[in-house]
């Protein structure tokens, strides 16, 4: 499912015309991204929770070339399913070896 797909569904079971389903659709997202951007972190009960994670820079290599080269520090936005999530995609019972928060 991609956004388009998205805002069809949520005009179609809504009743409501595309135009505002789109702007619920962006509405929602931007929210997230916009806290994101901020530092905060978004959580939907049951669905998933979106943050943002930082890694250290470190000495890589270019693996054409052998060269070593600087990767610099970043951050980026990682997403971790919720428990009702996993359960409803894997209903024969697996359950990841990592804990809920």
């Given at each position: 499912m991609?956004?388009?797909d998205l805002i069809m569904e949520l005009a179609s079971s809504n009743q409501i015309n595309l135009k505002e389903a789109e702007a619920v659709v962006d509405a929602f997202f931007n929210t997230i991204v916009d806290g994101l951007c901020r530092g905060e972190r978004a959580e939907i009960r049951g669905f998933g929770s979106f943050s943002v994670r930082s890694y250290h820079g470190y000495t890589g290599r270019n693996p054409k070339s052998g060269q070593a080269i600087?990767?610099?520090?970043?951050k980026m936005p990682v997403f971790k399913?919720?428990?009702l999530l996993r359960i409803l995609v894997n209903p024969n019972g697996y359950e990841p070896d990592f804990e809920e928060d």
């Amino acid at each position: 499912m991609n956004k388009s797909d998205l805002i069809m569904e949520l005009a179609s079971s809504n009743q409501i015309n595309l135009k505002e389903a789109e702007a619920v659709v962006d509405a929602f997202f931007n929210t997230i991204v916009d806290g994101l951007c901020r530092g905060e972190r978004a959580e939907i009960r049951g669905f998933g929770s979106f943050s943002v994670r930082s890694y250290h820079g470190y000495t890589g290599r270019n693996p054409k070339s052998g060269q070593a080269i600087e990767v610099k520090s970043k951050k980026m936005p990682v997403f971790k399913p919720g428990k009702l999530l996993r359960i409803l995609v894997n209903p024969n019972g697996y359950e990841p070896d990592f804990e809920e928060d």
